[in-house]
């Protein structure tokens, strides 16, 4: 296991909803200066975990505002200060060592409009509705490959099926240099360049571009993250099978209405399909695993610490019985099915591990990602918080404050949950989601029914997961409210 001060995320937000009074367009007064620096440094010293490993947010670090104000102007701009706070690993001791040290903190991260990162954090993001994952060839050739299609986006209009190959935007190639601004870039529209994958007699990928385009438009869109439940009758057994996008606290009563339908058709098993799901709220996770079970309603799901200066912060999330007053609908299992694949991340990753202390979770797919410890959304106001935010600018922080563990204090995952069941998720076979025979559903009926044979996966060269859609919008979180 690598060392704690190498945590990768587990992120969090807090509640984040807009505000139906304010709009985009609202005029902003203009900022006195080393307004948005002073927010970093103050919101940095005050919640980041690692404050105590950065010297210059150490609390002494300045012995008078004159020499607290030099510092902060050293830095032309808000994101440059902000990266340099970030929390370094040890300078190597070796006076040979070369290389720059690498970023612990590679997941803190600041927006110039807290408005849009509402919106992102909440489910909506500017989005075309291609969901995809990107793999590596060779040292630098980046290949995406359709996941699922978001329900009244663009794409849903056109003719794009998962599994489908894209090599290129606009017909500029993707490589590890360009892919992100091609694909994120500030345009609304874009044409993906399709391909067919085979592999030669060395069994090396190859792309072939063919002479499929597809024009694709960003909308603001929404998706819900409920995206398949359905019942499988397999013999004696009456299976749910819930695939969940994303931890969404607005969607949480149609999750328990899902549980509910499941409860009618007298589910005996439950298939949790968390393959593509990067994460949310912690509160959504909560109710969930609440769902799954029923019987804990009390106990320790999981529990989140601070820094040493914020430990009277520190909380505790246990299993419940209601939603706002409302009684969820729970199944009272011990045993859940869960598929996961690399991009199986944060929130996801908790309802594994804060549930694996109660009952048992079968895990079928690939490791997941690895993101234990939580971040908050800090705004420029006396506590952070959105009330007397300062009207003169947009700028917030979603910024690692917090570290996760389940009931029996275990957190340590840092290179991902492994699963009992390897099933790594081809391209070449990825099957129709939702249906009995696609490959990580079939193996998890065939574990619920006693059928299952795990057939060996031969190694498929240089085709490396590189990442995905979700994670490239800043989409695998896990947040809690303020």
């Known amino acids: 296991m690598k060392s704690f001060y190498r945590y990768i995320l587990l992120l969090l937000f807090p509640l984040l909803f ?87 903190d590679q997941f803190s991260w600041m927006v110039s409009d807290y408005l849009t990162l509402e919106q992102q954090l909440g489910g909506t993001s500017k989005n075309n509705g291609v969901e995809f994952g990107l793999s590596l060839i060779g040292s630098n050739q980046v290949i995406g490959y359709v996941r699922y299609i978001i329900p009244n986006s663009d794409a849903a209009t056109k003719d794009i099926q998962r599994g489908e190959i894209f090599y290129a935007v606009n017909g500029v190639s993707l490589t590890l240099d360009n892919y992100r601004n091609l694909l994120f870039s500030s345009n609304e529209n874009y044409t993906l360049n399709f ?88 509160l959504s ?11 804990f309603r009390g106990d320790i799901f999981s529990e989140l610490a601070y820094n040493s200066k914020k430990s009277y912060l520190n909380r505790k999330y246990t299993f419940t019985s209601t939603i706002d007053g409302t009684s969820l609908n729970s199944l009272n299992l011990n045993t859940v099915y869960v598929l996961t694949t690399r991009s199986t991340a944060s929130a996801s990753e908790l309802i594994i591990n804060g549930l694996d202390p109660y009952i048992k979770v079968i895990q079928i797919g690939d490791t997941t990602y690895g993101k234990n410890v939580a971040s908050v959304t800090l705004y420029d106001s006396p506590g952070f918080t959105k009330k007397n935010v ?40 990825l099957g129709v989601l939702g249906n009995p025979s696609e490959p990580l559903l079939s193996t998890a009926i065939g574990k619920i029914t006693g059928t299952a044979r795990m057939i060996p996966q031969k190694p498929l060269e240089n085709l490396k997961h590189l990442n995905d859609s979700k994670t490239l919008r800043g989409q695998n979180q896990m947040y809690f409210e303020q």
């Open 390 to 429: 300062n009207s003169s600018h947009r700028y917030a922080m979603q910024l690692i404050a917090a570290h996760s563990v389940n009931a029996v204090g275990f957190g340590d995952y840092l290179d991902g949950l492994e699963p009992e069941h390897k099933l790594i998720e081809r391209i070449q076979t």
């Open 285 to 295: 996770a909560t109710r969930l695993a609440s769902m799954i079970t029923g019987q």
């Open 18 to 104: 807009l505000q139906s009074c304010q709009d985009q367009d609202d005029t902003l007064a203009e900022p006195t200066p080393l307004d948005v620096h002073k927010f970093i440094w103050r919101g940095m010293n005050s919640m980041y975990l690692w404050q105590a490993e950065v010297p210059n947010l150490a609390d002494k670090r300045f012995a008078s505002n004159a020499e607290y104000n030099f510092f902060l102007e050293q830095y032309t701009t808000p994101e440059e200060l902000f990266q340099n706070l970030l929390y370094l690993p040890p300078r190597s001791k070796n006076p040979d060592e070369t290389e720059d040290p690498k970023v612990v």
């Open 195 to 282: 391909a067919t994958l085979t592999y030669d007699s060395n069994n090396n990928p190859v792309i072939t571009p063919n002479e499929k385009s597809l024009a694709l438009t960003k909308t603001n869109l929404a998706e819900n993250p409920i995206f398949i439940k359905k019942v499988i009758n397999s013999g004696a057994h009456k299976i749910g099978y819930l695939m969940y996008n994303g931890f969404f606290s607005s969607y949480d009563s149609q999750l328990s209405a899902v549980f509910g339908y499941f409860k009618s058709e007298g589910v005996t098993e439950l298939v949790l399909d968390l393959r593509y799901n990067g994460g949310g709220s912690v």
